[in-house]
């Protein structure tokens, strides 16, 4: 009878074994690591099978190699933990390089984001380890310590777990970004991470904030603009199927924020709400839309959220101000970030405002002009252009719930004007192309300011001059007292008797500041039967060193630039007064002076027959370039 070999009992001529692989524990660990991230990010994938199924797998891998070197450190565990870890690894490299045509999920490359970008260091730490262990071989057996991998791969890990787990999975072009989920909030709002900047995107959508699949639209010009912008009710369900380009996460996402923003919104319907909430306005009611905006909310890393909307915008005719929506405005970024232009696809263009200049009025930030051809402002700081906005309406409008504003309203986009799905009106054909024809419409200062219908005027032009006498609209009043004037230096010139007197700053006609209703060169004030004096326009002059035909085309047909080179003021060196004309020798008289002509436009607060920026009649309309007619813009004109 055979009989059974008995096991081998080590003894001191027989001891176990002494050597390792050294490293493989390490290994071990961080393929481990590898597999836990992989099987918390799992069930983000479920809308692609296939692609949840292979996580499964890889997870059982990571996981099993892992445990396996763990408790059998020998050569054949290393072998698997870096085959499995290399496999892994190399996956992960092709999603991101070209993306994997043959699986359901992964057909387009995707940009790296924290949670798979750790998974893959610890994979390629795990095979990294695993390879030098196999290359070194065996050694004599040193006190394995624990502690200190342990904790690096899990603090590695767990981060990568959280985030992955509530991950927003997102398949792009090569420019696309993607989006990896945070907790939610209070409210059960679903945020979705931006993991390049941190900022959360708030979807409010917990069927389609998790395991999104965010297709990149078509760039073709053109392809996105076939069905969209339409017509936008709130009246009516929301619907914004059909139109190219946009994924039905995309849809679902951009309809919940319109919904929500119609609930939550009114909580601010009076400008008094917004402003007991932190909102403050930033002066451009004179548009006819006034927007307030709560500056701490910018970069405090939340958009899309209409509970936190950093700006309100209300529209503005007369006294009533009605709340026609929010202006969400991202911390700084480029305007085609992928964590924002693949939220809600073709269906937003985001924006900034890179040419506005801010200041200081009464202590809050307010827009007090444009930037010239330089980038410069004659007045205050340009800044906000780093931030991208977009508008959701919860009012009706022609252009979508998402549109943006006419002329400077529509600040600049990242795409070619002609490619904007957020306009349907003025400026929508391209920089520098006509406007298009529309039926001019009487200039009315207490109604949104709209100078379209001239031919040749381009929207860049249309808008400057639009934005002009907006601003003009809003900051000028503050000069409604001629008394104010004069405390800050404005003196008359004695011309009252015409039926408009100007007030000059003569200090500030060669300074460094134009266009700027805050430091206007000329008040014009029209005396009123009782005595008083209502202030009715500004008149806006450049420095005397400039000549006509050299002054900012800035308006194009809409503006026409005048001097006065006829006009003879008593020789008062604080406060000269027209005393006369020119006489026909081309001087004046003794004791009168004459002084350089400067190029010079008026800005009516008031309606005025020949448009807001007609000349005087007479002896006050001046001098205009040879060759030219006199304009008189009968098309935006209002009788008195």
Same mark, same amino acid.
């Given at each position: 009878?055979?009989?059974?070999?008995?096991?081998?009992?080590?003894?001191?001529?027989?001891?176990?074994?002494?050597? +390792?692989?050294?490293? $493989?524990? *390490? %290994? &071990?660990?961080?393929?481990?690591?590898? =597999?836990?991230?992989? @099987?918390?990010?799992?069930?983000?994938?479920?809308?692609?099978?296939?692609?949840?199924?292979?996580?499964?797998?890889?997870?059982?891998?990571?996981?099993?190699?892992?445990?396996?070197?763990?408790?059998?450190?020998? +050569?054949?565990?290393? $072998?698997? *933990? %870096? &085959?499995?870890?290399?496999?892994?690894? =190399?996956?992960?490299? @092709?999603?991101r390089i070209m993306g994997i045509s043959w699986i359901d999920g992964l057909g387009t490359r995707e940009a790296a984001q924290f949670a798979d970008t750790i998974c893959a260091a610890l994979g390629a730490a795990a095979a990294g380890a695993a390879i030098a262990a196999l290359l070194v071989g065996k050694r004599p057996a040193a006190p394995t310590r624990l502690a200190l991998p342990a904790l690096v791969v899990a603090a590695l890990a767990i981060p990568a777990m959280w985030t992955g787990g509530t991950h927003a999975h997102t398949h792009a072009h090569s420019d696309a970004g993607s989006l990896a989920a945070g907790a939610e909030s209070a409210d059960d709002h679903d945020h979705a991470v931006d993991p390049a900047t941190g900022d959360t995107v708030h979807t409010h959508d917990p069927a389609t904030a998790t395991g999104d699949t965010v297709h990149t639209h078509d760039t073709t010009p053109g392809a996105a603009n076939a069905n969209w912008p339409r017509p936008y009710d709130p009246a009516q369900p929301m619907d914004l199927s059909g139109v190219p380009g946009v994924t039905a996460e995309q849809q679902a996402r951009a309809e919940k924020v319109i919904a929500d923003a119609q609930r939550i919104l009114p909580k601010w319907s009076t400008t008094a709400a917004a402003e007991a909430d932190g909102y403050v306005s930033i002066g451009d009611?004179?548009?006819?839309?006034?927007?307030?905006?709560?500056?701490?909310?910018?970069?405090?890393?939340?958009?899309?959220?209409?509970?936190?909307?950093?700006?309100?915008?209300?529209?503005?005719?007369?006294?009533?101000?009605?709340?026609?929506?929010?202006?969400?405005?991202?911390?700084?970024?480029?305007?085609?970030?992928?964590?924002?232009?693949?939220?809600?696809?073709?269906?937003?263009?985001?924006?900034?405002?890179?040419?506005?200049?801010?200041?200081?009025?009464?202590?809050?930030?307010?827009?007090?002009?444009?930037?010239?051809?330089?980038?410069?402002?004659?007045?205050?700081?340009?800044?906000?252009?780093?931030?991208?906005?977009?508008?959701?309406?919860i009012t009706s409008n022609v252009c979508g719930p998402f549109s943006a504003l006419e002329g400077v309203g529509a600040g600049q986009a990242a795409v070619p004007e002609d490619q904007r799905t957020d306009q349907c009106g003025h400026g929508h054909e391209g920089h520098g192309a006509a406007a298009p024809a529309a039926t001019p419409q009487p200039y009315d200062p207490t109604k949104p300011i709209d100078l379209s219908g001239i031919s040749g005027v381009t929207p860049e032009q249309q808008a400057a001059a639009e934005n002009l006498v907006a601003v003009t609209l809003v900051r000028l009043p503050m000069w409604s007292d001629y008394r104010t004037a004069e405390a800050a230096g404005f003196h008359s010139i004695g011309d009252a008797a015409t039926g408009h007197e100007h007030f000059i700053n003569w200090d500030w006609i060669n300074d460094d500041t134009t266009l700027d209703?805050?430091?206007?060169?000329?008040?014009?004030?029209?005396?009123?039967?009782?005595?008083?004096?209502?202030?009715?326009?500004?008149?806006?002059?450049?420095?005397?060193?400039?000549?006509?035909d050299e002054v900012p085309n800035i308006g194009g047909a809409l503006m026409q630039w005048h001097i006065h080179d006829n006009l003879c003021f008593t020789d008062d060196p604080v406060a000269p007064r027209v005393a006369g004309v020119i006489a026909s020798g081309g001087k004046c008289n003794p004791p009168l002076v004459a002084f350089r002509p400067a190029p010079m436009i008026h800005v009516w607060i008031t309606p005025h027959q020949c448009g807001p920026f007609a000349a005087l009649e007479g002896v006050g309309a001046g001098q205009i370039n040879a060759g030219e007619a006199r304009l008189c813009d009968h098309a935006h004109g209002s009788g008195f």
């Open positions: 009878m055979e009989s059974t070999p008995l096991p081998v009992v080590p003894t001191p001529s027989n001891p176990p074994s002494t050597e +390792r692989y050294p490293g $493989l524990t *390490v %290994a &071990a660990l961080a393929s481990l690591g590898a =597999g836990a991230v992989h @099987a918390a990010a799992t069930g983000i994938h479920a809308e692609h099978p296939e692609l949840a199924r292979l996580f499964v797998v890889i997870t059982v891998l990571q996981l099993g190699v892992g445990l396996w070197a763990l408790v059998r450190p020998n +050569r054949a565990a290393a $072998l698997g *933990v %870096a &085959a499995v870890n290399t496999a892994a690894v =190399g996956g992960w490299l @092709a999603t009611a004179g548009t006819g839309s006034e927007h307030f905006i709560k500056q701490s909310l910018i970069p405090d890393n939340v958009i899309l959220d209409p509970n936190a909307p950093e700006s309100l915008v209300y529209t503005v005719k007369g006294d009533q101000k009605t709340l026609a929506g929010a202006m969400f405005i991202a911390s700084a970024r480029p305007t085609d970030d992928p964590a924002l232009t693949n939220w809600a696809g073709p269906l937003m263009t985001w924006h900034n405002h890179g040419n506005l200049c801010w200041d200081r009025v009464n202590g809050k930030a307010t827009v007090v002009g444009l930037t010239d051809a330089n980038g410069k402002c004659a007045r205050g700081v340009n800044t906000g252009g780093e931030n991208p906005m977009v508008h959701v309406w209703p805050d430091h206007p060169e000329s008040l014009v004030y029209q005396p009123q039967p009782d005595g008083s004096k209502k202030l009715v326009s500004a008149m806006y002059m450049l420095p005397d060193t400039m000549k006509l």
